[in-house]
């Protein structure tokens, strides 16, 4: 995966590409970060290169060539990466629909922030993070989209995947901690699902898209709907 950031402030871009890099880190995704210090260099750059980047990070706010002038250059070289504003003003709305712009980070950045506009890119480029843990002593990679539910056995997780199912010593307290922020939740005592798996929520169990059904505990279904709800505005 590869990611451009283009910003004529090198603080802001190093900035950005300090909180990137956190994140990459955080959800293990193996990813290539280019730093641009003019939106010339950036749209020469990714009409040579074959490899486009997935993502790109533009100012708005640049001399010579503005962020926005640039996302419709990059268009008319008919590049596709996702789009990512860095403003410090809302009134490019209009100019970012016109460009298919992905989404906004308002200046000054805000870890929070971005880190959901990088869950919400993930998902729709199709990357995904993991978690690793230990099998009977064997070290495992689980990565998150391949996860179908999670559910506690005793004193272990038994992590139900598309590989089959994987048992390690941890908590569900534990888990949460490592799972990425607003992609999962429970749904009993003993379970967790990954929301982007959930094709319907009924009153008493969820219709999961392998073809499961999930039994929801009754304390659990209003913060369940809240989160898929959420997760759902949160794709568009």
Known sequence: MKIAICDDEKMDRRLIRYMLDAYLKEYRIDCTI????????????????????????LDILMD??????????????????????ITSSNGYA??????QAFSYLRKPLEKERL????????????????IEILCSRVPETIYFSEIRWIETSGRQLVFHTERGEYR???TLAGLTEKLPAGNFAQISRFEVVPLA????????????DWGGIL??????????????????????
Request: aromatic share 10%.
């Open 115 to 130: 880190r959901e506009v990088m869950n919400r890119a993930m998902a729709r480029i199709g990357f995904t993070g993991s």
């Open 34 to 57: 280019e730093e641009y210090d003019s939106g010339a260099g950036l749209l020469d750059a990714v009409s040579k290169e074959a490899e486009k980047p997935e993502l790109l990070f």
């Open 215 to 236: 039994m929801i505990s009754r304390r659990y279904l209003a913060d369940l709907q809240n989160a898929y709800d959420s997760w759902r505005r949160n794709q568009f």
């Open 64 to 85: 010579h060539m503005d962020g926005m002038d640039l996302a419709r250059k990059i268009r008319g070289a008919g590049v596709r990466s996702e789009i990512v504003f």
């Open 94 to 99: 209009a100019d970012a629909f016109e460009v």
């Open 168 to 170: 390690t010593y941890m």
């Open 197 to 208: 798996r959930i094709r319907r929520i009924g009153e008493k169990e969820a219709e999961m």
